[in-house]
């Protein structure tokens, strides 16, 4: 079974850092793309990162491009995204999601397997 559990979120200070992660089991990450998404209420879902496994390759959204940082360890079976830099627009509840064969700038809905979250919260 397909499984994705998110930890690292909390409260940090304005410019401050966080790194996120997101532990997979049930499946391999090299034949998966793995998404990192927040949401605020109210609003939409929106793609912040992604990584293909298979690869390597990276996207950053332009909110968060230049500050933040994706990774991948296929040995723990683990996707990071380390952001710097933090913002309170970067407050949120952000989820990592998995996909075989998406484009990273695909639109959320059509990520199939996707984790609880874990809450980020940037304070001014």
């Known amino acids: 079974q397909l499984q994705l559990v998110e930890s690292g979120g909390g409260l940090v200070q304005s410019g401050g850092s966080l790194r996120l992660s997101c532990a997979a089991s049930?499946?391999?990450?090299?034949?998966?793309?793995i998404g990192w998404f927040r949401q605020v209420p109210g609003k939409e879902r929106e793609g912040v990162s992604c990584?293909?496994?298979?690869?390597?390759?990276?996207y950053y959204a332009d909110a968060v491009k230049g500050r933040s940082t994706i990774s991948i360890d296929k040995v723990k079976k683990t996707v990071y995204l380390h952001l710097d830099s933090l913002k309170p627009e970067d407050t949120g509840y952000y989820y990592c999601?998995?996909?075989?064969?998406?484009?990273?700038?695909?639109?959320?809905?059509?990520?199939?397997?996707w984790g609880h979250g874990t809450q980020v919260t940037v304070s001014s």
């Open positions: 999601a998995a996909e075989k064969s998406i484009s990273c700038d695909s639109y959320w809905i059509f990520w199939s397997t």
């Open positions: 990584i293909r496994g298979s690869v390597g390759s990276t």
């Open positions: 049930g499946f391999t990450l090299d034949v998966y793309t």
